[in-house]
């Protein structure tokens, strides 16, 4: 009953993706309207769906009660960066792969992908959850995730110099949006209710604008082009089965040895989070790098695939 249940949740993410795959390929859209409808979702859209969630579905104590949960996707998140280095030494992964393959195992698609499968799956009273991991998730990608793709460059000579941080991409506008939030919420600002509507009506956009994204993005990637090597299989089982594991694993030990008071919703939320995609930039990150670019659009395009065969099983377990 809740495999069909997840199915149906799931249909009109299909749909919508379906949807945006249609309109690329018929020509329908141009060709910059994908890098424009990104940027839109990321800057606009987004950094107002979740200010106006903070304010709608969070309070001073859930708030404190909230920052606690951090503790539990970083540390899967610090678990699941030792498996993927050691699966990268195991199967012999070559350079211009390995940072590709990390970043795979380890950080989710959780603006394209991950915010709006929540949102179909447990409603927006998730999304204050959903926050937790998107928070852990863009931290790690920005800050550590950046820094592994940009050291696996096979053309780079050997520097001293290492991985700047980009302040700009440790906090990018969602998580701004998030913070700016955290203080009206604190100080009890209150909001006007035209402003409170503008921002809603916004971010109401997420949803639809993300999976024409997507369907978007696997047309370009070329479904076709898709190879299914022993570094992409690999890439995939740690997306779909290691990282969800790792999931669980924690939050079992948290709940049952350290006492820790886990609500459902976010329970489930982490870790169906766990299981979304890989990273739509890893492409981008990876030519940027002189990585293996067809490798890293293959594991994004398969990975993007599959999510819809995998979130209705893990429903089903969790």
């Not at 394209?112 to 999304?127: H, R, T, Y």
């Not at 001293?160 to 906090?171: A, R, V």
């Amino acid at each position: 009953m809740v495999f069909l249940q997840s199915i149906q949740s799931i249909l009109s993410i299909i749909l919508l993706i379906a949807l945006g795959y249609f309109l690329k390929r018929r020509k329908m859209i141009s060709e910059d309207f994908g890098g424009n409808i990104a940027g839109v979702i990321t800057k606009i859209a987004l950094p107002a769906s979740i200010f106006v969630s903070v304010l709608h579905y969070l309070d001073k104590s859930s708030l404190i009660s909230l920052s606690g949960a951090l503790i539990f996707p970083a540390v899967a998140i610090v678990i699941g960066y030792a498996i993927a280095y050691a699966l990268v030494k195991l199967l012999k992964i070559r350079k211009g792969r390995r940072g590709v393959f990390m970043n795979a195992v380890v950080n989710a698609n959780t603006i394209f992908i991950g915010l709006p499968l929540n949102v179909a799956l447990f409603g927006e009273k998730s999304l204050p959850y959903f926050l937790v991991y998107y928070v852990c998730n863009t931290v790690s990608t920005w800050a550590f995730g950046v820094f592994l793709i940009s050291n696996d460059d096979p053309e780079a000579q050997e520097s001293k110099s290492g991985h700047k941080i980009n302040i700009s991409k440790l906090l990018p506008p969602p998580l701004l949006g998030f913070i700016v939030a955290l203080v009206f919420l604190l100080l009890s600002v209150p909001i006007p209710q035209f402003v409170n509507a503008t921002l809603t009506y916004v971010g109401n956009l997420v949803t639809p604008l993300s999976l024409i994204y997507i369907g978007i993005i696997l047309f370009d990637s070329g479904i076709r082009n898709i190879t299914f090597d022993k570094d992409t299989i690999a890439a995939l089982i740690g997306r779909f089965v290691i990282s969800p594991l790792v999931a669980v694993a924690v939050i079992y030990a948290g709940t049952k040895y350290l006492g820790y008071d886990m609500a459902t919703l976010l329970r489930q939320t982490l870790i169906v989070q766990s299981a979304t995609p890989a990273l739509a930039v890893l492409p981008i990150l990876a030519a940027q790098a002189h990585g293996d670019v067809k490798y890293a659009t293959g594991i994004v395009a398969s990975s993007t695939i599959f999510f819809v065969i995998v979130i209705p099983i893990l429903m089903q377990l969790v």
